[in-house]
């Protein structure tokens, strides 16, 4: 299973637990030089999507939620999650969706899936893989900043500032203050690496998240 990573616009937060997220853009080449075509989707939403879940971090044992709706627009992939907030780690990421939106920030995702057919070929002037067919397993909220080579040293030092945010007014069970401090501490390192990062390397948001009732 390969996954590739979001950053996510929250425009709005009720209390449901019901999120509205564009999990993949169609026709942008991606930091991995793939490009997610429009009928990519297709067989999954054909198929039921029914065992497509909502995870957290890629971890089958940290289950979300599952899909409600799922259609691909002109823009990318559309799909509507319930989550269950009768569990603890769903109640904990929806307060942090409704936190990060209320500091103007906010949350990366990732998706889990399988290349079912493929194309080499040329876009704007780069050799890229156009992802015509994909089998989609999963759509992930990630805990902080998802995998990517060409993320700045500003990166870190945002979430270094979000997680100060968020230990000090935030109010978490022990286990996931543990995780924040954990997190903390590592990024603190990532910022002693000598390897030069410019800021032009920034990347740019690629899907659209939204929340509804």
């Known amino acids: 299973m390969k996954t590739k990573d979001f950053k996510s616009k929250v425009t709005g937060v009720?209390?449901?637990?019901?999120?509205?997220?564009q999990v993949s853009a169609f026709g942008n080449i991606d930091s991995y030089g793939d490009v997610m075509t429009e009928k990519a989707f297709n067989k999954t939403i054909k198929d039921g999507f029914k065992r497509v879940k909502h995870l957290k971090d890629h971890s089958w044992?940290?289950?979300?939620?599952?899909?409600l709706e799922m259609e691909a627009t002109k823009d990318g992939l559309r799909v509507v999650s319930k989550m269950n907030l009768e569990k603890e780690l769903a109640r904990e990421t929806f307060s942090d969706y409704k936190?990060?939106?209320?500091?103007?920030?906010?949350?990366e995702h990732s998706i889990g899936y399988k290349e079912i057919k493929t194309e080499k070929g040329e876009q704007s002037g780069e050799e890229v893989l156009f992802l015509k067919e994909v089998q989609?397993?999963?759509?992930?909220?990630?805990?902080?900043?998802?995998?990517?080579?060409?993320?700045?040293?500003?990166g870190i030092k945002s979430e270094l500032e979000t997680i100060e945010l968020m230990i000090q007014k935030g109010n978490f069970s022990d286990e996931k203050c543990k995780i924040l401090l954990e997190k903390y501490n590592e990024l603190k390192m990532l910022?002693?690496?000598?390897?030069?990062?410019?800021?032009?390397?920034?990347p740019k948001p690629n899907f659209i998240f939204n929340l509804i009732s």
């Not at 044992?61 to 899909?67: D, R, T």
């Not at 936190?99 to 949350?107: D, K, M, N, S, V």
């Not at 910022?191 to 920034?202: G, R």
């Open 61 to 67: 044992n940290l289950l979300l939620g599952l899909p």
């Open 136 to 154: 989609l397993f999963e759509y992930s909220t990630l805990n902080f900043m998802g995998a990517n080579e060409k993320t700045p040293l500003l």
């Open 99 to 107: 936190f990060f939106a209320e500091e103007g920030r906010t949350l």
């Open 191 to 202: 910022l002693t690496d000598p390897q030069p990062q410019s800021v032009e390397d920034e």
């Open 14 to 21: 009720e209390e449901k637990g019901i999120v509205e997220i």
